[in-house]
C-alpha cells in the first residue's frame, strides 16, 4: 500500500522553529515530486513548496519564501519542511502529498494524515 | 492562477443530482484534478485531468470541462457524499486551490 505519514507538528511560539517529517512507503520515493500544502483551522486548502524527485528543484508559496525549506532524503524514503520564524497565520495542519509522474500524473494522491502546527504564545 | 468555486455552499437531499463548478483565472487545459475532504481527515482524489475518475471512486462521481470552466457531478447523492469538495489546477505553480464547496444534507 502506497503511504505517507507526517509527523513532527506541535505548538511552538511565535518566531519560533519547527522541523515536519513525511515517510513514504510502498512506492518508489525518489521517482516523484513531493509537496506540502496546509490547511489553517476552518479555511480551505493552501499549496505550500514543492520538490523534485532529485531534489535539485523547489519552488515556494509567496506567504511562505524565505522562512520554510523543503528538503528530502531518498535513501531514508523522507520528505521535510523546515519551519522557521513562525507566525500565528502559519497555524495549520500540514499535509505532505505526493504529485503522480508525467503528463497523466498531474494530481496528488495519496497524501498523509497531515500534522497540526500551532503557532501560538 | 485563481479558481473559483460556486456555490460555496450546496443543501441537497439524498438521491439529488448535484453538480458544482471551478472556474478558473486563465485556461489550465484539461490539467484540474478534484477532491473530496471529510472533517478530520485527509482529501482524496475522485478525479484527475478534469474527466478521470480515480481507481475505487463511485461512477456516480463525473468530471467535465476544460480550459477555463469546469463541473463536478454527484449523479445520485449518498450519505456518504456529505463533504467539502475542493479543485485544483495542475497547470502551472503554484498549483492553486479553489475555496471549497461544502455540500450539506438538508
Known amino acids: 500500500e502506497e503511504q505517507l505519514v507526517e509527523s513532527g507538528g506541535g505548538l511552538v511560539q511565535p518566531g519560533g522553529s519547527l522541523r515536519l517529517s513525511c515517510v513514504a512507503s510502498?512506492?518508489?520515493?525518489?521517482?516523484?515530486?513531493m509537496h506540502w500544502v496546509r490547511q489553517a483551522p476552518g479555511m480551505g486548502l493552501q499549496w505550500v513548496s514543492y520538490?523534485?524527485?532529485?531534489?535539485?528543484?523547489?519552488s515556494y508559496a509567496d506567504s511562505v519564501k524565505g522562512r520554510f525549506t523543503i528538503s528530502r532524503d531518498n535513501a531514508r524514503n523522507s520528505l521535510y519542511l523546515q519551519l522557521d520564524s513562525l507566525r500565528a497565520e502559519d497555524t495549520a495542519v500540514y499535509y505532505c502529498?505526493?504529485?503522480?509522474?508525467?503528463?497523466?500524473?498531474?494530481?496528488?494522491?495519496?497524501w498523509g494524515q497531515g500534522t497540526l502546527v500551532t503557532v501560538s504564545s | 492562477i485563481q479558481l473559483t468555486q460556486s456555490p460555496s455552499f450546496l443543501s441537497a437531499s439524498v438521491g439529488d443530482r448535484v453538480t458544482i463548478t471551478c472556474r478558473t483565472s486563465?485556461?489550465?487545459?484539461?490539467?484540474l484534478a478534484w477532491y473530496q475532504q471529510k472533517p478530520g481527515k485527509a482529501p482524496k482524489l475522485l478525479i484527475s485531468?478534469?474527466?478521470t475518475l480515480h481507481s475505487g471512486v463511485p461512477s456516480r462521481f463525473s468530471g467535465s470541462g476544460s480550459g477555463t470552466e469546469f463541473t463536478l457531478t454527484i449523479s445520485s447523492l449518498q450519505s456518504e457524499d456529505f463533504a467539502t469538495y475542493y479543485c485544483?489546477?495542475?497547470?502551472?505553480?503554484?498549483?492553486?486551490f479553489g475555496q471549497g464547496t461544502k455540500l450539506e444534507i438538508k
Open positions: 502529498a505526493r504529485r503522480g509522474i508525467a503528463a497523466a500524473g498531474r494530481k496528488f494522491d495519496p
Open positions: 510502498g512506492f518508489t520515493f525518489s521517482n516523484y515530486e
Open positions: 520538490i523534485s524527485g532529485t531534489g535539485s528543484a523547489k
Open positions: 486563465q485556461g489550465v487545459s484539461s490539467y
Open positions: 485531468a478534469a474527466s
Open positions: 485544483q489546477q495542475f497547470n502551472s505553480y503554484p498549483y492553486s
